[in-house]
């Protein structure tokens, strides 16, 4: 054999024992995000562990998911080529596994804030996902070493994506004190300041690539245009979310240029969201302001049944239950998403890519693509 390509198999064997880690992701969030981590708290209110919850994933039984078909993430996270990370509570989880596929702490309820959603009696807050989170890295350190995991950790991809039970189940609800305590400025400057230590702490625990997912036009989900007397979108819930988002926005490109080697960025799909509500039949929607699951009359229902109905056309509704998107919103959002942060469609290259990046299934922007 030539000198040199004994050199070089013996790198490339280097690289196989010396076990090159796979990128992953590691996903923090809300309802939006949940994989199945609110299934594994039994004394959660926050659950979507009965039909029909999941009817359009996989086998069409629960899984967890706050909506009928993917979550917003895990549509960006196929097209970039990612693996669908499981839920942290999922109790076959192990080191291998989170070395394949990273670990998702979403939970449905969670906040920013430790106090939000308290009214749901057991959710994951932001910060005791993050606490949740070291306690893998420790798990991880044990199997494979310090050196190997920081590297695992640097170049994994970080998903933040918290905010709406801030308002909905926190701030604009006159039972948490939070709601007397601040105005609407202070409020959204405590987010900030706590979403800021969040960040920084993701940081120095080794955090990246990190992007953010901002607020939609939440003063328009089902549940809050019910409790107008109009009808209408509540236009006080939308001006929170559209200042949350500026924030997040200042605060993101704050970071990316203070934090070390950090790529943070901050993303929302507020615009186009407002314009399918707006305009539902433009994007191949029939209904904008209903819950494809509802419970007869009774409005609002606090969420669905196996006792409810669904409506006939599941991808021709923007909202599944009161609260939460149907998969063929999800999938206009995530769109959306992956232009703002840049990732490339369709062909689906991520730009700095790490990652291998097979072909984005070409599909119609709206045509409901349920999958598991
Ligand atoms: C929030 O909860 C975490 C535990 O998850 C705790 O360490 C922290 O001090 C709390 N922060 C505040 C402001 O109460
Ligand atoms: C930033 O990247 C450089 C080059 O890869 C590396 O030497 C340095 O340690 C990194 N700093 C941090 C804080 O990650
Ligand atoms: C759209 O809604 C209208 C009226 O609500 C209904 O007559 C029509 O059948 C719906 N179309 C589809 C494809 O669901
Ligand atoms: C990717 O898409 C672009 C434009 O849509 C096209 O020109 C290019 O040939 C595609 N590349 C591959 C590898 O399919």
Not at 63 to 70: E, L, S
Not at 237 to 253: Q, R, V, Y
């Amino acid at each position: 054999m030539k000198l040199e390509l004994v050199v070089a198999l013996t790198i490339w064997m280097a690289g196989i024992l010396g076990g090159e880690c796979k990128v992953v992701q590691f996903i923090f969030g809300d309802s939006l995000s949940d994989v199945g981590n609110n299934m594994h708290l039994s004394k959660s209110l926050a659950q979507a562990s009965l039909p029909w919850y999941g009817i359009d994933f996989g086998n069409g039984l629960p899984n967890g998911r706050f909506t009928n078909g993917r979550t917003v993430a895990d549509i960006i996270g196929d097209s970039t080529g990612l693996p669908r990370p499981p839920a942290f509570l999922d109790p076959s989880l192990t080191e291998d596994l989170i070395l394949e596929n990273g670990v998702n702490y979403a939970s449905g309820g969670g906040g920013i804030l430790n106090e939000t959603g308290g009214y749901f009696i057991q959710r994951l807050s932001l910060n005791k996902q993050i606490e949740l989170f070291q306690g893998t890295q420790r798990m991880i350190i044990n199997k494979i070493g310090e050196e190997k995991s920081k590297r695992f950790f640097q170049e994994s991809q970080y998903v933040v994506a918290l905010g709406s039970n801030d308002f909905i189940n926190n701030y604009l609800m006159p039972v948490y004190s939070d709601s007397w305590k601040y105005n609407d400025q202070t409020f959204i400057d405590y987010l900030m300041s706590t979403l800021e230590g969040q960040l920084r702490k993701l940081h120095s625990l080794g955090a990246r690539e990190l992007i953010v997912f901002g607020l939609g036009p939440m003063g328009c989900i089902p549940l809050q245009r019910v409790l107008s007397t109009t009808g209408e979108c509540q236009e006080k819930t939308n001006k929170l979310a559209l200042a949350f988002n500026k924030a997040s926005s200042k605060l993101l490109d704050k970071l990316s240029t203070r934090l070390a080697n950090a790529s943070f960025k901050f993303g929302d799909a507020y615009d186009v969201v407002n314009d399918v509500i707006s305009n539902p039949y433009k994007y191949g929607f029939n209904n904008s302001d209903s819950p494809c699951c509802s419970f007869g009359q009774i409005r609002p229902a606090l969420t669905c049944l196996p006792a409810s109905t669904l409506c006939e056309d599941r991808s021709k509704y923007v909202f599944w239950d009161e609260y939460h998107p149907s998969d063929s919103a999800n999938e206009l959002i995530a769109r959306e998403l992956i232009k703002k942060f840049g990732f490339t469609r369709v062909n689906g290259t991520k730009a700095p890519a790490s990652a291998p990046s097979p072909a984005m299934a070409p599909s119609h922007a709206l045509a409901p693509s349920p999958e598991g």
